[in-house]
C-alpha cells in the first residue's frame, strides 16, 4: 500500500489536526465553487445538448494514479461540470416537480452523508433510528393517521407507490386465499387482479403493475372530470363492468396532485365507493401531500385520512434535496407482510428485546438518514413558516394563469391551478403541437427558461410547476414574452418541426 498513515488521515474523518484540516478544507472548497457559479448572472442552462457536452464529460476523466490537489479537481468541476447542470434554484426553472433545495436541508445533508448512518439496523443508526421514528409519527398526526399508523422513508414516490401496491396485493392474496405471496409468489388466480386509477395518474402506478408481476393490463384507467380529477361515476361504472366480467377490483389509487395538473382525486368519495368491495385504497400524495402544512388549502385533501396507505414526498413540496420521500400506513400490522429477518443484522430475538431494525418496514436495506433533513428544516422554518410558502405558491399560480389568459396568443388548460401548476399553449390554427415543442425546444437550447412539455388530449402544450417561491411575475411576463416571441418568429419563418 502506498499511503501513508498522514495520507489515509486526509482522507477519512477522525480527530487528528489533519483530519479535520482537509474536511474543512474540500468543504470550504466545494462551497466557495458552488457560490462563485450562483454569483454568475445566468439563465436556468447552459443551453448545450448533450452531443455537444462529450468534451467536458472527458475532461472531468482524468484520473492520476495517486490522486491530484484538490484545487485543480475543482477548477475542472468549476469549468467543465457545474455550468451545465440545470440550476433547480434558477427562478426561471420551472420544469418539474423538482424543487429548489432549502438552505436548512443542505446543512443536514452534511451532517448526513459525514455520519452515514444506515436505517436499517439499530447497531447502523443509534439515535437516528428514533429519530426517524418521530418524524414519521409527526407526519401520521399531521394527516390524521390513527394510533396504528406507521411509515418509512422511501427514495421518492416511485418507491412509495410501489410499497403501496405491493402491500394491497399481499393482503388480498392472504384475505382472498389466504395465500402467502411473500413465500409461495403469486397465485394462479393473480392474473385476474385489477388496481383502477384516474388516467391522470403517475406512470408507477403500470411500472409497480409491471413490477408485482400483475402486469399492464392489471390497471385499469379511470376518466377525469373537467378539473382532471377522477370521475366517480366513471368509477363505479369501471368497478362493475370488472365484477360482471369475474375479475378482481384489489385497490384504487388515488391522485393527490397529479403530476400535470396537481387535480385532487377526491378521497372520502373513492372511499365510499370502493371501500363496500374491500379494495385497498392508496393515496398517491407525492406532489399534493405538502398541502397537509397550510391552513387555506389543507382542506383539499379532504378523506386522505381514510386511505389505506400513502405517498408523501418531500423532495417536491417540502423543499428537501433528492432523495427524501416516505410511505404512511393506516395499520402498521400490514409491515408484517414484507418482514424479513436476517442474522447479522435484524435477528428476531432483537424483536422481542424491543431493538428497533428499521429493515423490518422497508423493501431497501442500506438507507440514508433522510429525516435529519425534515427534522432541521422544520426547526429551523417551522410548519406556519411551510405552510405561507406553500400558499403563496399556490396564489401565485393562480396570478400567473389568469396572467396567461389575458395573452392573446396562449392558451390556459386550467385555469383555476388546483396547487400550484399551470398547463398552456400557444395557440396557432394548423401547426401549435410543432410550435409549442418548437417553444419548450428554444427554449432549453438558448437556456433562458426551463419550462416542461406535456400532451393534453392528444395535443402538446406548456407547463410551469410553480414550486420556487422566488419566482416574480416579472418572470414569468419575461419567459411569456420569449414564449409569444418564438412562436410568432416560428409561424413567420414557415419551420416545420422535424
Ligand atoms: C403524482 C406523482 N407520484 C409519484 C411520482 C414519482 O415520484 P419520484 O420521482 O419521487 O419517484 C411523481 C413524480 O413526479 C408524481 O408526480
Redesign the pocket.
Known amino acids: 500500500m502506498q499511503s501513508t498513515k498522514s495520507s489515509v488521515d486526509s482522507l477519512f474523518i477522525n480527530q487528528s489536526q489533519l483530519g479535520r484540516e482537509s474536511f474543512q478544507a474540500a468543504l470550504h472548497t466545494s462551497i466557495d465553487t458552488l457560490l462563485a457559479e450562483w454569483q454568475k448572472d445566468k439563465g436556468p442552462y447552459s443551453g448545450i445538448l448533450p452531443g455537444k457536452l462529450a468534451a467536458s464529460v472527458e475532461s472531468l476523466f482524468q484520473f492520476q494514479p495517486f490522486g491530484e490537489p484538490i484545487e485543480s479537481v475543482f477548477q475542472d468541476i468549476k469549468e467543465h461540470l457545474l455550468p451545465h447542470l440545470v440550476d433547480v434554484s434558477n427562478p426561471k426553472c420551472l420544469a418539474?416537480?423538482?424543487c429548489p433545495p432549502l438552505i436548512p436541508a443542505l446543512a443536514a445533508e452534511v451532517l448526513v452523508s459525514s455520519f452515514n448512518q444506515s436505517m436499517d439496523s439499530f447497531d447502523q443508526s443509534g439515535i437516528a433510528s428514533l429519530v426517524e421514528e418521530e418524524i414519521l409519527q409527526w407526519l401520521c398526526k399531521k394527516f390524521s393517521y390513527g394510533d396504528v399508523a406507521d411509515g418509512t422513508f422511501t427514495?421518492?414516490?416511485?418507491?412509495?407507490?410501489y410499497m403501496g401496491l405491493l402491500l394491497a396485493r399481499d393482503a388480498f392474496c392472504q384475505n382472498t386465499w389466504q395465500w402467502n405471496v411473500q413465500q409461495k409468489g403469486l397465485p394462479s388466480e393473480a392474473h385476474r387482479m385489477r388496481i383502477l386509477c384516474s388516467k391522470n395518474?403517475?406512470f408507477?402506478v403500470k411500472k409497480s403493475a409491471s413490477q408485482l408481476g400483475l402486469g399492464e393490463q392489471a390497471v385499469v384507467l379511470v376518466e377525469t372530470d373537467e378539473h382532471h380529477r377522477m370521475d366517480l361515476n366513471d368509477l363505479k361504472q369501471k368497478l362493475t363492468a370488472l365484477k360482471e366480467h369475474d375479475l378482481l377490483p384489489f385497490a384504487v389509487v388515488a391522485?393527490?396532485?397529479?403530476?400535470d395538473f396537481g387535480s385532487i382525486d377526491p378521497v372520502r368519495d373513492v372511499y365510499d365507493i370502493a371501500k363496500p368491495d374491500g379494495l385497498w385504497i392508496h393515496a398517491?400524495?407525492?406532489?399534493?401531500g405538502a398541502l397537509v402544512l397550510s391552513e387555506i388549502y389543507r382542506g383539499k385533501l379532504d378523506g386522505i385520512e381514510l386511505a389505506d396507505s400513502m405517498?408523501i414526498?418531500f423532495?417536491?413540496q417540502f423543499y428537501q434535496p433528492?432523495?427524501c420521500?416516505a410511505f404512511l400506513l393506516k395499520d402498521k400490522r400490514h409491515f408484517g407482510l414484507i418482514d424479513y429477518h436476517a442474522d447479522y443484522l435484524n435477528p428476531k430475538e432483537d424483536e422481542l428485546e424491543g431493538i428497533l431494525h428499521l429493515v423490518n418496514k422497508s423493501v431497501q436495506t442500506t438507507r440514508r438518514f433522510d429525516a435529519l433533513k425534515l427534522l432541521l428544516s422544520l426547526r429551523l422554518i417551522g410548519e406556519e413558516g411551510f405552510g405561507d410558502i406553500i400558499d403563496h405558491t399556490i396564489q401565485f399560480a393562480q396570478d400567473v394563469a389568469a396572467l396567461i389568459e389575458q395573452n392573446d396568443h396562449l392558451e390556459v388548460i386550467n385555469p383555476e391551478p388546483e396547487i400550484n401548476a399551470v398547463v398552456f399553449r400557444f395557440m396557432d390554427e394548423k401547426r401549435a403541437d410543432d410550435i409549442n415543442k418548437i417553444i419548450h425546444r428554444t427554449l432549453f437550447q438558448t437556456g433562458t427558461a426551463v419550462v416542461a412539455k406535456t400532451v393534453v388530449n392528444g395535443h402538446t402544450c406548456l407547463k410551469f410547476t410553480l414550486l420556487n417561491p422566488r419566482t416574480t411575475i416579472t418572470h414569468i411576463e419575461e419567459i411569456l414574452s420569449d414564449i409569444v416571441d418564438i412562436g410568432i418568429a416560428h409561424i413567420q419563418s414557415g419551420r416545420v418541426l422535424r
Do not use: E, R
Request: overall charge negative; hydrophobic content about 15%.
Open positions: 418539474h416537480l423538482h427514495s421518492g414516490g416511485t418507491q412509495s407507490n395518474a403517475h408507477t391522485t393527490c396532485g397529479t403530476t398517491d400524495a407525492a406532489y399534493g405517498t414526498d423532495h417536491k433528492i432523495s420521500g
